[in-house]
């Protein structure tokens, strides 16, 4: 089965890091774009960040910039997300996904389901005291 296995979640206090880990399961990462997504209960899913196939192009949301950093080690097979300065409102699942119909040389924060692919199952990240 060809899916991304989110892995990283847990309980941390507001302030605090968290580093989430993406690995392709039955598949290579190689080229693919790799976004970043979360939901909160009750809300919609929200693009994160976005990485493009070497990592060239990286961009976020505004609700994490500066304080959240995408990276990617494709001989890990492995996308990663540091979430630093973390805030009860970074709390959600966070999957990961591949944009199979990217801009090219670019990504897309927030782009159309349709364009998404081998969703991961999903990992829960806490933050409160």
């Known amino acids: 089965q060809l899916q991304l296995v989110e892995s990283g979640g847990g309980l941390v206090q507001p302030g605090g890091s968290l580093r989430l880990s993406c690995a392709a399961s039955g598949f290579t990462l190689g080229s693919n774009v790799i976004n970043w997504f979360r939901q909160a209960p009750g809300k919609e899913r929200e693009g994160v960040s976005c990485?493009?196939?070497?990592?060239?192009?990286?961009k976020y949301a505004d609700s994490v910039l500066g304080r959240f950093t995408v990276s990617r080690d494709n001989a890990k097979n492995t996308v990663y997300l540091q979430m630093n300065n973390l805030k009860p409102e970074d709390t959600a699942v966070y999957y990961c996904?591949?944009?199979?119909?990217?801009?090219?040389?670019?990504?897309?924060?927030?782009?159309?389901?349709?364009?998404?692919?081998?969703w991961g199952q999903g990992t829960q990240v806490t933050v409160s005291l």
């Open positions: 996904a591949a944009d199979k119909n990217p801009v090219s040389g670019s990504c897309t924060v927030q782009p159309p389901t349709w364009r998404l692919d081998y």
């Open positions: 990485i493009t196939g070497r990592g060239q192009r990286r």
